[in-house]
C-alpha cells in the first residue's frame, strides 16, 4: 500500500495501479527495460494489473514476464472503456490509480481515486486527458510519480 497526504483533499491509500498496455505502458509490443524495472518495483507496494483488449496479442506474456495481473478486456455487449471502469469499480475505485492514453480509458481514469493519462508516443485522447488527474510524458514518469508519493502531493494540493 503507498499512502498520499495530500493538502486539500486528505489521506489516500493506493492498494492497486491498473495500467492500460497498448500506447500507455508499451510502444509496439515493447516494454522498455526501465519501465519494467519500475513495475517490478511498484508491485511490491501495491497489486499492479494490465488491462488491455490485447491489440497485438501479448498481453499474458507481458504480464508474466513482469510477474502482474493482467486482464482482457473482450468484446460484448458493452464497450471497453465501461469494462475498464467497473473492473475499477470492482477493485475499489476509492484505492485504485488508473493509467492510460485511450478513448476507452476514459471511464477508468473518472473513476479512479487517481487518474494519469500518458502522452506517450501515440498520443493521447483528449477525452482521456480531461478524465485524468494528472498528465505525463510517458508510462516512466507515471510510475515515478507514483512510486514516489510527494511527487503527487506537489502535483494535486491545493
Known amino acids: 500500500m503507498i499512502v498520499f497526504q495530500i493538502p486539500g483533499m486528505g489521506e489516500i491509500e493506493i492498494r492497486n495501479v491498473v495500467f492500460d498496455l ?3 505502458l508499451s510502444m509496439n509490443g515493447n516494454i522498455a527495460l526501465e519501465v519494467q524495472e519500475k513495475i517490478r518495483q511498484l508491485s511490491r507496494k501495491v497489486k499492479m494489473f494490465i488491462m488491455s483488449s490485447d491489440t497485438r496479442g501479448n498481453l499474458e506474456e507481458l504480464a508474466e514476464m513482469l510477474g502482474v495481473d493482467w ?3 473482450e468484446m460484448s455487449s458493452s464497450p471497453e472503456s465501461v469494462a475498464k471502469e467497473r473492473f475499477v469499480e470492482e477493485l475499489g475505485s476509492e484505492n485504485t490509480i488508473a493509467v ?5 480509458d476514459e471511464l477508468m481514469l473518472k ?6 493519462a500518458v502522452l506517450g508516443e501515440e498520443g493521447a485522447c483528449s477525452s482521456a486527458i480531461l478524465n485524468a488527474d494528472i498528465i505525463v510524458v510517458n508510462p516512466l514518469h ?3 510519480l507514483i512510486l514516489d508519493p510527494q511527487r503527487i502531493v506537489a502535483t494535486l494540493r491545493c
Open 71 to 73: 486482464r482482457r478486456v
Open 22 to 24: 497498448n500506447g500507455t
Open 142 to 144: 507515471a510510475l515515478e
Open 100 to 104: 492510460g492514453n485511450g478513448k476507452n
Open 111 to 116: 473513476r479512479a481515486k487517481l487518474g494519469i
